[in-house]
């Protein structure tokens, strides 16, 4: 009987270590309903739920890294993580394999209410407006040129709180936190925000990583089908 356990500690054992890990990397600047992040630690949002999401499907451990968004390229170019999601190619440098483009996103240009409602990007040109450090936003950059003017806060949620002290009047948000403010009762006077962008967004997975490419588009392609994605974000809605 011995020598029967031992045996089956053992296959379970080889097994745990063949299934291995999914390392999933989180920014620092995201917030909720993406990523809820205390003490330098993951503990709940649309980005934990992804990651258990693609855990599950792949047959590994979660395994979850929050990191300054500086050095998310470096952690991926060496194997640190496997995977990054939310992401577009153009916005993180280095060499990694991308899946395909299945994370709907939209950004949004919210504007006070005692300005007059901007209907399209040149509408603010040489106004302040609040964004994100480290973010590149490409439509006003190319529609505004050197009279876009950034507000950098270090998260939307210091963006948001510039916003309410009326100390910028404009300010670029993602919808899913725009809509999960709204929801938690988050108090602003703002017109109706302008839809910038609308996009599906991808997962960079590390060159380095142990987990192949086809198997995570294997995972998504499951997870979209079953409408695991719509689930996770109707969570936060």
Request: proline share 5%; charged share 20%; net charge neutral.
């Amino acid at each position: 009987m011995k020598v029967i356990c031992t045996l089956l500690f053992c296959c379970l054992a080889m097994g745990l270590a063949q299934a291995g890990q999914l390392k999933v990397l989180v920014a620092t600047s995201v917030d909720m309903p993406m990523a809820d992040i205390r003490d330098g630690k993951l503990v709940g949002g649309v980005h934990l739920d992804l990651g258990k999401a693609l855990a599950l499907k792949l047959h590994r451990e979660l395994v979850t890294e929050v990191l300054p968004r500086k050095r998310l390229a470096q952690a991926m170019e060496s194997g640190r993580a496997d995977i990054l999601c939310t992401y577009q190619p153009e916005w993180l440098d280095g060499r990694h394999q991308w899946t395909q483009a299945f994370f709907p996103q939209s950004e949004l240009l919210v504007s006070a209410a005692s300005l007059p409602r901007p209907h399209a990007p040149a509408d603010v040109r040489g106004q302040p407006v609040g964004t994100v450090l480290g973010f590149a936003y490409p439509e006003m950059e190319h529609a505004l040129g050197s009279d876009f003017i950034r507000s950098d806060a270090p998260s939307a949620q210091a963006n948001l709180w510039k916003f309410q002290l009326g100390r910028v009047h404009h300010m670029i948000v993602d919808k899913a936190f725009y809509d999960y403010q709204l929801q938690q009762g988050a108090k602003f006077a703002a017109h109706p925000p302008l839809v910038l962008k609308q996009q599906l967004t991808r997962c960079a997975l590390s060159v380095r990583s142990s987990v192949p490419l086809a198997e995570v588009e294997a995972a998504i392609t499951e997870l979209l089908r079953e409408g695991a994605i719509n689930h996770i974000l109707s969570n936060y809605r």
